[in-house]
Structures are given as C-alpha cells and as structure tokens.
C-alpha cells in the first residue's frame, strides 16, 4: 500500500482514538475525585458528623464514548490491513519485478483469419495470423538491444508472406518468421504495437501431434497457440475466424491451458457461426496471469 493511504489511515484513527483518551482520561478522574470525597465523607462520619455520601457520579456516557471509538479504530485498522494485500495484478507485477523482466505485457489479442482457396489442381489453406500487444514497461527500454522477440510456427506452410508490423523488426530468419521489435519505451509508459505473418498450407494436412505430443490432429484439424517461455502476460485472448471455411470446435472443450511439460486442462470457448451472407464463423478465448512456461491454445476443425 502506498505511503499516502497508510498516512491516511492513521490520520482517521488518531482523529477517532483521540477525543477516546481524553474521555477515558476524564473518566479516571472522576473516580479518583469520588473516591476521595467518599473516604472523606467516612472520616466525617467516624467523627460523629452524619452526612450523605456525595452522589456517584454516572460513567456510562464516558464508557459508550470509549466503547464506540475502539470499535471503530479497529475497523479502521482491519481495513487498512486487507487494503494493504496486493491484488492478483499486483502481485503478478511483482513477480515480473522479481524475475528482473523489463516489461510486462498487459494484453496481447491474436487474432487468426483462415480461409480455404481452392482452383485447378490448388486445395490451399490460407491463414493470416497477427497479434496486438500492449507492454508495460517495469524499466527503461532502449532501441538497442532489442527486448523483444517474436516467434511464428511456420514448420509445415508451403509458403510463408513477411507482414510488416507496427514498429521497427530486425530479422532472425529470411522467412520472416522470427524477428526482434526495435522500440523504445520509458519506465511505467504502455506500449502498443501489432506483429503478424501470411502463410499458406497444402490441403488436407498431415496427422501429427500437438502441445508437446499431448494431442493427436487429423488432416481436417488445426490449432492455434500461444507459447510462453519467459513473459507475463496479464490477459491473453485468441480470435479464430473465417468467412467461408465453416470451423467449428474440435472438441466440447477444445481450449488447452498447460504448464510445459504437463498434463493439459481443457475448458471450453465461445463459439459463432455465421447468420447472413456477411458473417463469421469465430472461436475465441481469454486467459489471464499466463506466467512463463506455460501454453495456451484452440483446436478446431472443418469439414
């Protein structure tokens, strides 16, 4: 919690506790004064001379005073203790912070568009994949070197089309796949750039595993994923859409989240198909608090 609200705090219960001390100091007081004028009164009375004790003075209104400012002191001060544990997003902050990332990444939304394109001898799949980010930066972040990588699979693709992003890339392979973003951001300043590639794939594909052998893919089912080796990503979304190509889910519940290495958890996504001639067949599907060594993703199909 930050100095300023804990100063608040404690300005609101010595505001509170105080008019409490002085009337529990009052209270004491008069005890002390009723008890003299009693033993006087007794010496008084042992010496022949009847006189009433002097009457008992009431406490109650000091007592409430006391009673009522406590309470609240220590609601005040419970309060401020719960108020004080960091939220999920802060702690998720905290252990970026702690494992000395320059960045963490707030949000990144992919958005995947396929479509089947078929002529003469041609049964292609066409897929446009392209991710928005949005960085925090926990330092400063120089152009050089860059800090950010970005990484497209595009092991079984015929053809692979470099889309140039939002910022400047510097190359790791001459497909245009693999490249660092070149930026530069001041500490705590958000960042929002877009990445992306065009590729295209032979129909039907090839039976082969997925998710570190974890599932099976026939030749009319694909995937989409997110691998994350050392990030922290706040909220993660994947959009699949086409127009044509009806997709649907590959499973009831085809969205996988794993730690590496480990079993997979399945859950389910929203799915649409489309109502008029304009629409879209879209699978998609959030996530929050992806911690390094951990993959995201959908499986679908189409007919």
């Known amino acids: 919690m930050s100095t300023e609200i804990w100063t608040t705090i404690i300005t609101a219960a010595a505001t509170i506790i105080a008019p409490s001390l002085s009337a529990y100091v009052s209270y004491l007081t008069k005890k002390k004064s009723y008890k003299r004028d009693t033993e006087q009164q007794r010496r ?8 009433a004790p002097p009457p008992r003075p009431s406490y109650k ?14 609601g005040i001060l419970v309060f401020g203790l719960r108020a004080s544990q960091p939220s999920n997003y802060e702690s998720f902050i905290m252990k970026a912070r702690e494992a000395k990332r320059p960045y963490v990444i707030e949000a990144a939304t992919m958005v995947i568009e396929i479509e089947n394109v078929k002529a003469p001898k041609v049964n292609d799949l066409k897929v446009s994949r392209h991710i928005t980010y949005t960085l925090r930066a926990l ?6 070197p860059p ?13 692979v089309v470099p889309w140039t992003g939002t910022e400047d890339e ?19 300043d958000l960042k ?3 990445t992306g590639v065009d590729t295209t794939y032979a129909l039907p594909l090839a039976e ?12 009319n089912q694909d995937y989409a994923s997110y691998v994350n080796d ?4 706040c909220n993660l979304t994947i959009i699949i859409r086409s127009r044509k190509l009806p997709l649907t889910p590959a499973s009831d519940n085809p969205a996988v989240t794993m730690t590496l290495n480990n079993p997979i958890e399945y859950s389910g996504v929203k799915y649409s198909f489309p109502t008029n001639a304009n629409g879209w067949y879209t699978l998609s599907k959030s996530w929050s608090y992806i911690a390094p060594q951990h993959a995201v993703g959908i499986l679908f199909q189409w007919p």
């Open 61 to 74: 209104t000091e007592i409430a005073i006391v009673s009522i400012a406590f309470l609240i002191a220590l």
């Open 230 to 233: 050392e990030d922290y990503i």
């Open 192 to 194: 929002t750039f877009t």
């Open 44 to 51: 008084l009375r042992e010496g022949k001379q009847e006189q």
């Open 139 to 144: 330092k400063d972040i120089p152009r050089t």
């Open 170 to 188: 510097q190359a790791h392979s001459s497909g245009g796949s693999e490249y660092s973003i070149v930026m530069e951001i001041k500490k705590d």
């Open 147 to 159: 800090v950010f990588d970005e990484r497209y699979d595009t092991e079984l693709a015929k053809e």
């Open 208 to 219: 082969r595993p997925a998710f570190y052998g974890q599932v099976h893919l026939r030749g």
